[in-house]
């Protein structure tokens, strides 16, 4: 990393890389959204925010009689653009994260599978290099060619064929995985090879250990899932109460775009923003 003036921003790290061998290669540790991916998700999260700026703020400036004025179609239009706005914003990196996310956990399911191929390979006697072989061919009729672990079985093989060192293929693959288990197998495997260890043992108890996590994860994940659904429901639920008392009494619902009303709803729905971002800090554990 070097030092940049402050007018010369920091390069963005890049979705692909290139092996020693010149195949592309995913970086995981990012998630870059192409341009329409990116405006969708921002579409949809602006239709919704502006949806529930209009619920909360719409009718300010009526005059004496409740009628819509010039100041209440301009207000009506810039708050709930406003509110479109921040939702968009927030929404974009939200979802880029948990796309991340999905796809490290993908990752490590596949690799665990890559991991037990290996270790019936190597069981039956074969080498490293002919066991990665039968991994690729075994793992054809588990997952289609662009899974990420074909991907990278692809990236193995081709390292192999141009006499590549295999740990440093693993290595690189490690780096990239953005994943601790596989970056620690990677060097073990490492160390390990080079020093002529027991690779067999080796990527048994990673396997093993791998599983393990990953079934605790998925026991947690499970315990949790109640308390992410009740943290969703707790913060559609002012927005289903306010539609239900603008629908079912007008009147009462003027109170809402009074000066008292607009600092209460205000702050009432930051307390609720803040509310969902912890919530969801305290229910995402990690392993």
């Given at each position: 990393?070097?030092?940049?003036?402050?007018?010369?921003?920091?390069?963005?790290?890049?979705?692909?890389?290139?092996?020693?061998?010149?195949?592309?290669?995913?970086?995981?540790?990012?998630?870059h959204m192409?341009?329409?991916?990116?405006?969708?998700?921002?579409l949809?999260?602006?239709?919704?925010?502006?949806?529930v700026?209009?619920?909360?703020?719409g009718?300010?400036?009526?005059?004496?009689?409740?009628?819509?004025?010039?100041?209440?179609?301009?207000?009506?239009?810039?708050?709930?653009?406003?509110?479109?706005?921040?939702?968009?914003?927030?929404?974009?990196?939200?979802?880029?994260?948990?796309?991340?996310?999905?796809?490290?956990?993908?990752?490590?399911?596949?690799?665990?599978?890559?991991?037990?191929?290996?270790?019936?390979?190597?069981?039956?006697?074969?080498?490293?290099?002919?066991?990665?072989?039968?991994?690729?061919?075994?793992?054809?009729?588990?997952?289609?060619?662009?899974?990420?672990?074909?991907?990278?079985?692809?990236?193995?093989?081709?390292?192999i064929?141009?006499?590549?060192?295999?740990?440093?293929?693993?290595?690189?693959?490690?780096?990239?995985?953005?994943?601790?288990?596989?970056?620690?197998?990677?060097?073990?495997?490492?160390?390990?090879?080079?020093?002529?260890?027991?690779?067999?043992?080796?990527?048994?108890?990673?396997?093993?250990?791998?599983?393990?996590?990953?079934?605790?994860?998925?026991?947690?994940?499970?315990l949790?899932?109640?308390?992410?659904?009740?943290?969703?429901?707790?913060?559609?639920?002012?927005?289903?109460?306010?539609?239900?008392?603008?629908?079912?009494?007008?009147?009462?619902?003027?109170?809402?775009?009074?000066?008292?009303?607009?600092?209460?709803?205000?702050?009432s729905?930051?307390?609720?923003?803040?509310?969902?971002?912890?919530?969801?800090?305290?229910?995402?554990?990690?392993?």
């Amino acid at each position: 990393m070097g030092l940049f003036t402050k007018d010369k921003k920091e390069p963005e790290e890049p979705q692909y890389y290139l092996s020693a061998d010149n195949m592309p290669t995913y970086n995981y540790r990012v998630y870059h959204m192409k341009k329409t991916e990116k405006l969708l998700y921002f579409l949809l999260a602006f239709v919704a925010g502006a949806a529930v700026g209009y619920l909360f703020y719409g009718g300010i400036g009526k005059d004496e009689f409740g009628e819509p004025t010039t100041v209440t179609w301009v207000l009506d239009i810039g708050i709930s653009s406003l509110v479109g706005i921040i939702a968009g914003r927030l929404f974009v990196p939200t979802r880029v994260k948990a796309i991340q996310k999905k796809r490290k956990t993908q990752l490590n399911r596949q690799f665990r599978d890559m991991l037990d191929a290996l270790t019936t390979s190597l069981g039956a006697g074969k080498n490293v290099t002919d066991s990665f072989y039968s991994v690729y061919q075994d793992l054809k009729a588990q997952y289609d060619s662009d899974d990420f672990i074909m991907k990278e079985l692809e990236v193995i093989i081709s390292g192999i064929h141009n006499n590549i060192p295999i740990e440093d293929v693993l290595e690189d693959f490690g780096k990239r995985s953005d994943s601790d288990d596989i970056l620690s197998f990677a060097n073990v495997f490492k160390i390990s090879y080079r020093k002529g260890g027991n690779i067999r043992d080796i990527i048994r108890n990673t396997h093993s250990i791998l599983s393990d996590k990953m079934d605790i994860a998925e026991d947690i994940e499970t315990l949790v899932a109640s308390n992410k659904m009740e943290t969703n429901i707790m913060i559609a639920m002012p927005v289903l109460l306010i539609a239900a008392i603008k629908f079912m009494s007008p009147e009462f619902s003027a109170n809402f775009v009074t000066p008292t009303g607009i600092i209460s709803t205000t702050i009432s729905l930051a307390v609720f923003v803040i509310a969902y971002f912890i919530g969801k800090q305290i229910l995402d554990i990690k392993i």
